[in-house]
């Protein structure tokens, strides 16, 4: 089986295995990691001194010894190694600047890349560019980036420093275990969530794999956005594969081409497969090897016809096969919304019937029908009408699902649900979703003023109005914004 690792030669031979990670206590210096923060390795503990040789390969510098205790920049103290592989080795960190302003203890994760990396010419000036890029992602499925910066020849990031376990270690310990997709849902519509994100501000992750998703007890987060990118887009690395890993990476990243949103969906597809059945889809040789002896997936148990081939096109070694974004992905292997009376059309007609005849004859009314109040009967659909309404709920869920409640323009759950009422007028569900859509409306506008963005409050106070100018909790919100403008304005 060909390795995983990504192709880029490691600091050591030896692959290393994420688990947990305690956040929030620091033991003294001279003494030994405790337990619960120490960081196993596949074969043996890692090292506590790790060596980084300059960038400058022809120097006549020492290699810099990374271990506890060392400051770099000073600024960073280092306190434990978490994690080593090809891109580098991982340290926790206290960032002793912030802590001078604060007085509080402040934990970092400091990433140092190796010198493959950055051996590379344009290497320190692509990982800049894209670091730049992935601390716009501000995003609860994706780690935040503090910075990039170098200290001599150490080049290295600092981010958010998690306390949980990667995708990796969780899929060793469910190896060969078929598991239902209600189980591991979560996961997936937390990367989802993240992925398509970032893809919406033209961000391709370009190494997606286990390692790089890190579950914790808040959700998944995606780490490394960008930086197999700028190593993949570097002068010594256009023409030869370095930057990817074989067994996640899609056949076009093999050929070179320009990154785009469905190399991730290849790599989302090969990770929903390992969370569904204990294992790779292709065994885990390289997708270039898979292609060449036209490997094919073991069908899943427990996925229907529809949410198999949502998961092929995922599969597919052909980038057109497949889907566009990673929630037409995710809405494809997520199974139909259950409508068992859908089942009973006789029932249905026969209701229909009765209601046509009570409106016909029903007493003048005091409440005049609305949407939200009093609506009106549902109207029988016709079997292809009935199938594009559940298409269409199907696409509202997934992007309430991700947060997708009213932007960006075209698609987003409020557009669907509008796209259900002009075909079907008072349509249960659909008036169902929206209230639930403007609930949530209505609490991120709460977390809009809890943070001080009372733009974006009323912005989505208005909108929400706008769909149901009555809604309790939204004129709650705008009750509140108004007090707050009085207070700001000291009236």
Same mark, same amino acid.
């Given at each position: 089986?060909? !390795?995983?690792?990504?192709?880029i030669k490691p600091v050591n031979?030896?692959?290393?295995?994420?688990?947990?990670?305690?956040?929030? %206590?620091?033991?003294?210096? $001279?003494?030994?990691?405790?337990?619960? #923060? %120490?960081?196993?390795?596949?074969?043996?503990?890692?090292?506590?001194? #790790?060596?980084?040789?300059?960038? $400058?390969?022809?120097? +006549?510098?020492?290699?810099?010894k990374l271990q506890p205790g060392?400051?770099?920049?000073?600024?960073?103290?280092?306190?434990?190694?978490?994690?080593?592989?090809?891109?580098?080795?991982?340290?926790?960190?206290?960032?002793?600047?912030?802590?001078?302003?604060?007085?509080?203890?402040?934990?970092?994760? =400091?990433?140092?890349?190796?010198? $493959?990396?950055?051996?590379?010419?344009?290497?320190?000036?692509?990982?800049?560019?894209?670091?730049?890029?992935?601390?716009?992602?501000?995003?609860?499925?994706?780690?935040?980036?503090?910075?990039? !910066? %170098?200290?001599?020849?150490?080049?290295? *990031?600092?981010?958010?420093? *998690?306390?949980?376990?990667?995708?990796?270690?969780?899929?060793?310990?469910?190896?060969?275990?078929?598991?239902?997709?209600?189980?591991?849902? /979560?996961?997936? #519509?937390?990367?989802?969530?993240?992925?398509?994100?970032?893809?919406?501000?033209?961000?391709?992750?370009?190494?997606?794999? /286990?390692?790089?998703?890190?579950?914790?007890?808040?959700?998944?987060?995606?780490?490394?956005?960008?930086?197999?990118?700028?190593?993949?887009?570097?002068?010594?690395?256009?023409? +030869?594969?370095?930057?990817?890993?074989?067994?996640?990476?899609?056949?076009?990243?093999?050929?070179?081409?320009?990154?785009?949103?469905?190399?991730? =969906?290849?790599?989302?597809?090969?990770?929903?497969?390992?969370?569904?059945?204990?294992?790779?889809?292709?065994?885990?040789?390289?997708?270039?090897?898979?292609?060449?002896?036209?490997?094919?997936?073991?069908?899943?148990?427990?996925?229907? !016809?529809?949410?198999?081939?949502?998961?092929? $096109?995922?599969?597919?070694?052909?980038?057109?096969?497949?889907?566009?974004?990673?929630?037409?992905?995710?809405?494809?292997?997520?199974?139909?919304?259950?409508?068992?009376?859908?089942?009973?059309?006789?029932?249905?007609?026969?209701?229909?019937?009765?209601?046509?005849?009570?409106?016909?004859?029903?007493?003048?009314?005091?409440?005049? /029908?609305?949407?939200?109040?009093?609506?009106?009967?549902?109207?029988?659909?016709?079997?292809?009408?009935?199938?594009?309404?559940?298409?269409?709920?199907?696409?509202?869920?997934?992007?309430?699902?991700?947060?997708?409640?009213?932007?960006?323009?075209?698609?987003?759950?409020? !557009?669907?649900?509008?796209? =259900?009422?002009?075909?079907?007028?008072?349509?249960?569900?659909?008036?169902?979703?929206?209230?639930?859509?403007?609930?949530? =409306?209505?609490?991120?506008?709460?977390?809009?003023?809890?943070?001080?963005?009372?733009?974006?409050?009323?912005?989505?106070?208005?909108?929400?109005?706008?769909?149901?100018?009555?809604?309790?909790?939204?004129?709650?919100?705008?009750?509140?914004?108004?007090?707050?403008?009085?207070?700001?304005?000291?009236?």
């Amino acid at each position: 089986m060909e !390795d995983l690792k990504t192709r880029i030669k490691p600091v050591n031979n030896k692959p290393s295995e994420e688990t947990r990670i305690q956040a929030t %206590r620091i033991k003294p210096l $001279n003494d030994k990691p405790s337990q619960e #923060t %120490r960081v196993k390795s596949v074969n043996d503990k890692p090292s506590q001194e #790790t060596r980084i040789k300059p960038v $400058n390969a022809g120097s +006549s510098q020492q290699q810099v010894k990374l271990q506890p205790g060392v400051i770099i920049k000073q600024r960073f103290l280092l306190q434990q190694q978490l994690g080593e592989g090809g891109m580098g080795v991982v340290f926790s960190a206290r960032d002793l600047v912030q802590e001078e302003v604060s007085h509080e203890e402040s934990l970092i994760a =400091i990433k140092f890349l190796s010198e $493959n990396v950055q051996d590379h010419p344009e290497a320190f000036r692509l990982l800049q560019q894209e670091c730049k890029k992935s601390q716009q992602l501000a995003h609860p499925n994706i780690v935040t980036v503090y910075d990039f !910066d %170098r200290d001599k020849d150490l080049v290295y *990031l600092t981010m958010q420093l *998690l306390s949980g376990q990667s995708l990796k270690a969780y899929l060793s310990g469910h190896e060969y275990e078929v598991r239902p997709l209600k189980e591991v849902e /979560p996961i997936l #519509t937390d990367i989802v969530a993240g992925l398509s994100y970032a893809h919406q501000q033209g961000i391709v992750h370009s190494d997606l794999k /286990p390692e790089n998703i890190f579950l914790t007890e808040q959700g998944a987060r995606i780490i490394d956005f960008g930086i197999a990118r700028a190593i993949q887009q570097s002068d010594t690395a256009k023409n +030869s594969v370095l930057a990817l890993t074989p067994a996640y990476a899609s056949l076009e990243m093999f050929h070179n081409e320009e990154p785009h949103a469905r190399d991730d =969906i290849f790599a989302l597809a090969c990770m929903s497969y390992q969370l569904l059945a204990g294992k790779h889809p292709f065994s885990g040789k390289s997708t270039e090897v898979a292609y060449q002896e036209k490997l094919e997936p073991k069908r899943i148990d427990g996925l229907s !016809d529809r949410q198999w081939q949502g998961l092929l $096109n995922g599969l597919s070694f052909d980038c057109e096969k497949r889907q566009q974004t990673a929630e037409e992905f995710l809405q494809q292997l997520l199974p139909k919304r259950l409508q068992p009376w859908k089942y009973f059309a006789l029932t249905a007609t026969i209701i229909a019937v009765f209601f046509a005849l009570y409106v016909t004859f029903k007493p003048p009314v005091i409440v005049a /029908p609305s949407l939200f109040e009093n609506p009106q009967p549902e109207q029988p659909l016709s079997q292809p009408e009935q199938q594009l309404i559940d298409n269409y709920l199907e696409v509202a869920e997934v992007h309430m699902m991700v947060g997708r409640l009213v932007s960006p323009a075209g698609s987003n759950a409020l !557009d669907e649900y509008q796209k =259900i009422l002009k075909l079907h007028p008072f349509d249960r569900q659909a008036i169902a979703g929206l209230k639930q859509l403007l609930k949530q =409306i209505a609490d991120q506008a709460n977390m809009s003023i809890d943070s001080g963005d009372y733009i974006s409050a009323g912005k989505l106070v208005t909108i929400g109005l706008e769909i149901n100018e009555k809604h309790a909790a939204l004129l709650s919100v705008k009750k509140r914004l108004s007090n707050q403008h009085l207070q700001v304005n000291g009236e």
